[in-house]
């Protein structure tokens, strides 16, 4: 699993509820392996029509936002199919936090595994940092997972500022050592081994 | 005198494994269920030369990309989806884990068998690598969709690390109309609380009208807690529940029946358990509903009209709603019963069993559909027993389509899509743009609604169409 520390990136503004997981990778590319990549997949119906031709005004193909990698959502983001693929397809495009009000709990749970950070901010906090970022394209926040923090760009307000968010210790711990948590789950078989022999005296029938 | 517990906490309680002090919890997995999108769940295994830990709890059956027009594995034309579904085959085969494979009669859509089979039951903490896994709450499981990397975990530790999430009731109280159905309930359910009203919580259905439901409509509802941004979704054990159970393949059998019933008989939340959240619903109040946009919280009930962008309470909702109604080609004010409908598709993981075929065919016996309607039974069992009642006769008669068990066209990996811009009146579960294919617009309702549909090539309230018919 990658390693997440800090990151200091561009943030792009995303003005959508529910952003469903179909939306983020369609359904129609779930058979390609992982190894093929799936960044340019991200938000395809979005960037491009029926023919392939690109679909101009997607906020990450604004030349400002280009190179996001910091997507700030609203309400319900990763919604809908527990298809890990739409984790894989916003790292491989670049992107390594999403900050929405709330989140699908699959994809929630799917980004830790992966090392992206999901953050969770207030809907009206969210709004905010949107509109600041419609204001300042291109504007820079900086996340520091170990102090918990999204800070904007060094000397500009603006509806930026600092912004304190709660992770789950675990989650923090295993993000920023990086460890895998198949990996640390296997050290712990003596636990796992006496709980079944339980379980299965509780419930001799399964 | 011990606190009163919940449904959801009792089962949590009795598969954790282990608590971190800082809450995480590691969860034993009862039963594990795979289908043929679960190959990177298997792949990560293989990468680590790692065994699958407990094979005799995990079963597959491979369904969303699956052909429904034959189970001849030829009948899969485009090499890539082909290999999804052999490579479960191979992965069950190494793993040594039960597979119902096309050619078996069990096979069908994931979450159509566990109940069916009896692998589902009361009391289990069961998981699977798809996000509708709450439908076997309605066995009063406690059921949760889960990633591949979770997958992967599962299949090696049979553990799950999660946090506890929330509780949440969702009383409907008093009896429904006729014609008035399980996805009917789940619809209006979504529709008061939000598509992410449910996030983070468990949800318990409760009350007079899932009491008296069957089986089948419990699973219909408890399918579509995901669409209400719930964890899960589960209904108390009952009688009902214990009736369907008796006698299915994997169930408990003898003396062990005996004593697994005593164990499902403790399950049901205590008197004065305490909820995080709680909702009323009143039955009598729901209509047969429709959705008129792009998320499962845009429904209306057949008697209502599309509703107008302008009166959203925010500017969010208004740009939301807007968007909507642009990419199903829909005006504000038309009446839901005047929207046109070119497609129909009855099937699905929420509505693709017995009940669900024998209410549909109850409208299409005797007359003739307008447009292209497809049956999709969920199980190679639900089909047998279908054409055993003769259904699959009355729907060619009326010229719908009778298709083999899989995911069809609610998700068209399998290549069963809508074409863009078609209106299709789906059974499924999911509204979302694009969901059908490229452009489809989908419309969610019952089983009963979607053949009347089909019946008059627009939405029809399925009330009026049969008092016409009396
Ligand atoms: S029927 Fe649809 S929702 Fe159900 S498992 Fe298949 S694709 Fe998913």
Redesign the pocket.
């Known amino acids: 699993m990658r390693k997440f520390e800090t990151l200091e990136a561009v943030a792009a503004p995303l003005d959508m509820a529910n952003t469903d997981t179909d939306q983020i990778i369609p359904a129609r590319f779930l058979w390609r392996p992982r190894s093929e990549g799936y960044g340019h997949l991200l938000f395809n119906d979005l960037r491009t029509n029926q023919d392939g031709s690109p679909k101009p005004g997607f906020v990450l193909d604004r030349p400002a936002c280009k190179d996001a990698g910091i997507l700030v959502g609203d309400r319900n983001f990763g919604c809908g199919s527990s298809r890990e693929h739409a984790v894989w397809a916003l790292m491989d495009a670049g992107i390594g936090v999403v900050i929405a009000p709330s989140f699908g709990d699959i994809f929630f749970n799917n980004s830790f595994k992966n090392g992206l950070l999901p953050i969770v901010l207030p809907e009206a906090r969210c709004a905010e940092l949107r509109a600041a970022l419609a204001r300042n394209p291109g504007a820079r926040l900086v996340v520091d997972l170990q102090a918990q923090t999204v800070t904007g760009p060094a000397g500009v307000n603006d509806g930026f500022g600092t912004d304190h968010f709660d992770v789950d210790p675990f989650r923090k711990q295993l993000l920023l050592s990086g460890l895998d948590d198949i990996s640390f789950t296997l050290s712990q078989q003596d636990l796992i081994a006496a709980f079944e022999a339980k379980f299965a005296a509780e419930m001799p029938w399964l | 005198m011990t606190t009163p517990r919940t449904l959801f906490e009792k089962i949590w309680e009795r598969h954790t494994v282990q608590v971190r002090p800082d809450g995480a919890t590691l969860l034993h997995v009862a039963r594990h269920l795979v289908h043929d999108g679960s190959r990177a769940g298997f792949q990560a295994l293989t990468e680590r030369g790692l065994p699958v830990r407990h094979p005799e709890r995990t079963f597959g059956t491979p369904?969303?990309y699956v052909s429904t027009a034959s189970h001849d594995l030829a009948a899969i034309t485009e090499p890539y989806r082909r290999e999804m579904v052999t490579a479960l085959t191979a992965n069950a085969r190494e793993h040594g884990v039960t597979l119902f494979d096309l050619g078996d009669r069990r096979q069908g859509?994931?979450?159509v068998i566990g109940p069916e089979q009896g692998i589902t039951q009361p009391g289990l903490l069961m998981v699977c690598g798809?996000s509708?896994t709450a439908t076997h709450g309605a066995l009063g499981a406690l059921a949760f969709g889960i990633g591949a990397s979770e997958v992967s975990h599962v299949l090696a530790t049979q553990t799950l690390w999660q946090t506890r999430p929330k509780s949440m009731r969702v009383a409907v109280e008093g009896q429904l109309g006729a014609w008035v159905t399980p996805k009917d309930v789940i619809l209006a359910i979504i529709a008061r609380i939000g598509a992410a009203g449910g996030t983070g919580h468990v949800i318990e259905y409760a009350g007079s009208a899932f009491r008296a439901m069957s089986m089948e409509g419990r699973l219909t509802v408890c399918n579509m807690s995901i669409e209400a941004g719930a964890r899960a979704g589960m209904v108390a054990p009952d009688e009902t529940t214990y009736a369907y159970l008796r006698g299915r393949p994997y169930a408990p059998q003898g003396p062990m029946w005996d004593r697994a019933l005593a164990f499902w008989r403790g399950l049901p939340s205590d008197p004065g358990a305490v909820f995080d959240r709680e909702v009323t619903l009143s039955g009598a109040d729901i209509a047969p509903m429709v959705t008129w946009g792009t998320s499962p919280e845009d429904a209306a009930p057949i008697t209502g009209d599309v509703p107008d962008p302008a009166r959203a309470p925010t500017a969010e909702r208004r740009e939301a709603m807007a968007r909507a109604l642009a990419y199903m080609g829909l005006e504000p004010g038309t009446a839901i019963a005047a929207i046109p409908v070119d497609r129909v598709f009855i099937g699905?993981?929420t509505n693709s069993r017995i009940e669900d075929l024998r209410s549909a065919a109850a409208i299409a016996r005797g007359r003739k559909a307008l447009v292209p309607a497809m049956v999709v039974a969920g199980s190679g069992l639900v089909k047998a027993q279908a054409e055993a009642e003769g259904l699959h006769t009355v729907f060619l008669e009326a010229g719908f389509e009778w298709r083999e068990p899989g995911?069809s066209m609610?998700?068209g990996m399998n290549g069963d899509l809508v074409a863009a811009g078609e209106h299709c009146a789906s059974t499924?579960?999911r509204n979302f743009v694009g969901r059908q294919g490229r452009g489809a617009r989908t419309h969610l309702l019952s089983p009963a609604m979607a053949a009347a549909a089909a019946i008059t090539g627009r939405m029809t309230d399925v009330r009026q169409l049969m008092a016409g018919a009396a």
Request: glycine share 0%; proline share 0%.
């Open positions: 369904d969303h859509i994931v979450h798809d509708h699905s993981c995911c609610c998700v499924s579960n």
